[in-house]
């Protein structure tokens, strides 16, 4: 696992993880998950909050296996490279905040960062506006950085503590499992599932948990991060992560054209809006909650598998995000963005900023 370690960890480790998320992402779509959509972290953490009832928009309600496989496979990898570390302990309530807002910036947007590269690899020009966002999100947040913002230092804790997140994650499992949508029928006697729209759009469970769980691997191997790789590109100039994700759009870019999914435009595009602005407000939004948080949606399911139960934290709080937004208003939808999503955006920036100014080490 050692040698495995260093092959994911090297230039063309990182390039080749990039490359095969955008095959793996593009094959799922094929095979069933929403157009642009074969992966989206925020997008399938909000189906699952849908499918336990946390929210009632009957259109996005499925668990997802992607998500499962992501935290399980990070946890095999990291128990195989002896780097399973269960912490804890760095502000978890506003980690819990930043999650909640980062998932309200992204469904503004419609998608986390993973399926802005995603979308702008099937032909969406809207992607262009929410990854300028992202990338402004993310450079707001490495100013903080510079200034001393810290959300201190966490503490190792006890293992079973690590495996709690693993374990919600093969609880939801059992449950798809065991508990199998009806045809035609939104709700079984537990979860709840879509029967149109993108949550009753969906790969062969087997399949998606599979891809799921390799991604969880390689990602928790190379430390793929998408705003991790902005941030460094800003903060070090260093382009080791900026790799993968241009690797991941290049990977993406081919096979949709092999199997006739690339649709460039701005208009008609799947699960999208064109209002440029708000395109790119979510995801300045979300952009600086990940900043603030350390990492994106993606790379906090991988730290949550490995042990780390502030990535947890933030990852209950994008869930939460979810509800929030499809209970109240203010999550898009292909016609606009919700009622009350452009009073969440300018909220959310409030609260990040407030953020941002205030937990900073004092010299």
């Known amino acids: 696992?050692?040698?495995?370690?260093?092959?994911?960890?090297?230039?063309?480790?990182?390039?080749?993880?990039?490359?095969?998320?955008?095959?793996?992402?593009?094959?799922?779509?094929?095979?069933?998950?929403?157009?642009?959509?074969?992966?989206c972290v925020a997008c399938f953490e909000r189906d699952i909050a849908g499918a336990i009832g946390l929210h009632r928009a009957g259109v996005v309600q499925?668990?997802?296996?992607?998500?499962?496989?992501?935290?399980?496979?990070?946890?095999?990898?990291?128990?195989?490279?002896?780097?399973?570390?269960?912490?804890?302990g760095s502000a978890p309530v506003v980690r819990f905040v930043l999650g909640?807002?980062?998932?309200?910036?992204?469904?503004v947007f419609l998608g986390c960062p993973w399926r802005a590269l995603l979308r702008l690899a099937g032909g969406?020009?809207?992607?262009?506006?929410?990854?300028?966002?992202?990338?402004?999100?993310?450079?707001?947040?490495?100013l903080f950085l510079k200034k001393g913002y810290s959300?201190?230092?966490?503490?190792?804790?006890?293992?079973?503590?690590?495996?709690?997140?693993?374990?919600?994650?093969?609880?939801?499992?059992?449950?798809?499992?065991?508990y199998p949508g009806i045809e035609g029928e939104p709700k079984n006697n537990i979860i709840f599932?879509?029967?149109?729209?993108?949550?009753?759009m969906y790969a062969p469970l087997i399949v998606s948990l599979g891809i799921g769980l390799l991604i969880g691997v390689m990602a928790q191997r190379s430390r793929f991060c998408t705003m991790g790789a902005l941030r460094d590109l800003i903060l070090f100039k260093q382009t080791h992560l900026f790799l993968g994700i241009t690797?991941?759009?290049?990977?993406?870019?081919?096979?949709?054209?092999?199997?006739?999914?690339?649709?460039?435009?701005?208009?008609?595009?799947?699960?999208?809006?064109?209002?440029?602005?708000?395109?790119?407000?979510?995801?300045?939004?979300?952009?600086?909650?990940?900043?603030?948080?350390?990492?994106c949606p993606g790379r906090q399911l991988i730290l949550s598998g490995e042990g780390d139960?502030?990535?947890?934290?933030?990852?209950?709080?994008?869930?939460?995000?979810?509800?929030?937004?499809?209970?109240?208003?203010?999550a898009s939808s292909p016609k606009g963005i919700g009622p009350n999503g452009a009073a969440a955006v300018i909220i959310g920036l409030a609260v990040c900023l407030l953020i941002g100014f205030t937990m900073r080490k004092r010299t």
């Open 1 to 39: 696992m050692t040698r495995l370690k260093n092959l994911f960890a090297t230039q063309w480790g990182i390039i080749t993880v990039g490359i095969l998320i955008g095959a793996f992402a593009t094959l799922l779509q094929k095979l069933g998950n929403p157009a642009n959509m074969g992966i």
């Open 62 to 88: 499925y668990i997802r296996p992607e998500i499962i496989g992501f935290v399980l496979g990070s946890l095999a990898a990291a128990y195989m490279a002896k780097d399973f570390r269960a912490r804890t």
């Open 100 to 107: 909640v807002f980062a998932m309200i910036g992204a469904l």
């Open 124 to 142: 969406d020009a809207n992607a262009i506006l929410g990854l300028l966002g992202l990338a402004a999100g993310v450079w707001i947040g490495t």
């Open 151 to 178: 959300l201190g230092r966490t503490q190792a804790t006890h293992a079973a503590s690590g495996w709690i997140f693993p374990l919600i994650m093969l609880g939801l499992l059992m449950l798809l499992i065991l």
């Open 193 to 200: 599932y879509s029967v149109k729209g993108p949550g009753a």
């Open 247 to 295: 690797a991941l759009v290049v990977s993406a870019l081919i096979f949709n054209i092999i199997y006739g999914q690339f649709h460039p435009g701005f208009e008609n595009q799947p699960i999208a809006h064109s209002l440029h602005f708000w395109n790119a407000a979510g995801m300045v939004l979300a952009g600086l909650a990940f900043a603030l948080a350390g990492g």
């Open 309 to 330: 139960g502030d990535a947890a934290i933030f990852v209950i709080g994008m869930i939460a995000g979810a509800a929030f937004s499809h209970n109240f208003g203010l």
